[in-house]
């Protein structure tokens, strides 16, 4: 399955890494809110869910969870891609079973794109 679904509230970066994500021929959906965002998943079923944190509706923590309690998607890697760089926040995201956990601020989208490769690539 080559289809990546990015969860992430601000238009202009879910624009840039879906181009990004593109670019190396993946089927990209985005979503900007939670609860649309576990939408896609369960529907499409991807090989990996960018997923930020603060989202409207439904936040990065309780979409993970869910994702990582159902049988049909527990399996996905799920890297959080968030602004939110808090030990807490990490240790919860890792605890809730994400793959990775990038801070925004310090990752260029092309790392980002590197680090999702490499998490699909090790499943």
């Not at 997923?51 to 159902?70: A, C, H, T, Y």
């Amino acid at each position: 399955n080559n289809t990546i679904v990015i969860v992430e509230e601000d238009a202009f970066l879910r624009r840039l890494y879906e181009l990004k994500f593109t670019e190396q021929k993946f089927s990209v959906k985005t979503a900007e809110d939670g609860q649309a965002g576990l939408e896609l998943v369960k529907e499409f079923k991807p090989a990996l869910v960018l997923l930020d944190i603060e989202l409207p509706k439904r936040d990065g923590f309780s979409v993970l969870q869910e994702l990582k309690g159902n049988n049909e998607t527990k399996d996905i890697q799920v890297l959080m891609l968030t602004n939110l760089s808090t030990q807490e926040a990490i240790d919860k995201a890792r605890s809730l079973g994400a793959a990775d956990y990038i801070i925004k601020a310090h990752f260029l989208p092309s790392e980002v794109v590197a680090k999702a490769l490499d998490c699909i690539e090790k499943r």
